[in-house]
């Protein structure tokens, strides 16, 4: 199945060409008890390479406890996450991004859908789950490049700015409408060879402070994200 939408240049490396009966079987979860299946991460983004491995976030009948999993099916590496209905649920209506880019992901990387789920996300519970998770990407990728594991810092770096870009086009749109929009600010971070933490504060700080300002208040400045350039 191929991952359409998001950005120009789709190939195959936005598919899952696998049978899903064997990602249930590494899971132990029964085909019937199956939800919904998306394929997300990298693949969505628009950002694979041929080594990349898939991940999918597999929705579940019942209010059993989430999980992630690491596994290999013939001729892929996967992670996956399984999640409960109620729980999914519950992490849209917070605003969680991992969520809501699920329910927005283009029609292709939807690999299974049995039940549509409401999205009605409160703004303020968006910015509150969006500033909650830059405050905890910003320690950990602080910790990680001044401990001298610069590519794993920059990575959750680029993340981070991610989940700004996607909230603020649900602040603004009320949907993700490009998945592909961080993707030069992740270029542009995973090409930097400065090892102290002092130039990625610069870089990001006030930049990404400003986008949450604009999820917070999105008709205030409506080219915001348009200007997030860090070549600038």
Known sequence: MACDGGGAGLDGLRRFPHDLGDVYG???????????????????????????????????????????????????????????????????????????????????C?????????????????????????????RRAEKLIAGGRLREGQKVLSHSVRGHLLALQMARHGAITDFAAANPAARHLLNMYDTAWAAYDVLLAAKLAALRDAVRQPAADAGEAARFDLDA
């Open 110 to 138: 939807v690999l299974v859908q049995t039940t549509a789920f409401a999205v009605k996300v409160d703004a303020a519970a968006m910015h509150a789950s969006l500033v909650e998770r830059h405050d905890k990407d910003w």
């Open 26 to 108: 590494k899971l132990a979860v029964k085909r019937g008890d199956v939800l919904n299946v998306y394929l997300v991460g990298s693949r969505l983004w628009g950002t694979a390479t041929p080594k990349s491995d898939y991940d999918l976030y597999v929705v579940t009948k019942g209010s059993g406890a989430t999980r992630n999993a690491h596994f290999r099916i013939p001729g892929a590496e996967v992670d996956a996450v399984v999640v409960s209905a109620a729980a999914f649920q519950s992490r849209l209506a917070e605003g969680k991004m991992q969520e809501l880019c699920c329910v927005h992901a283009p029609p292709a």
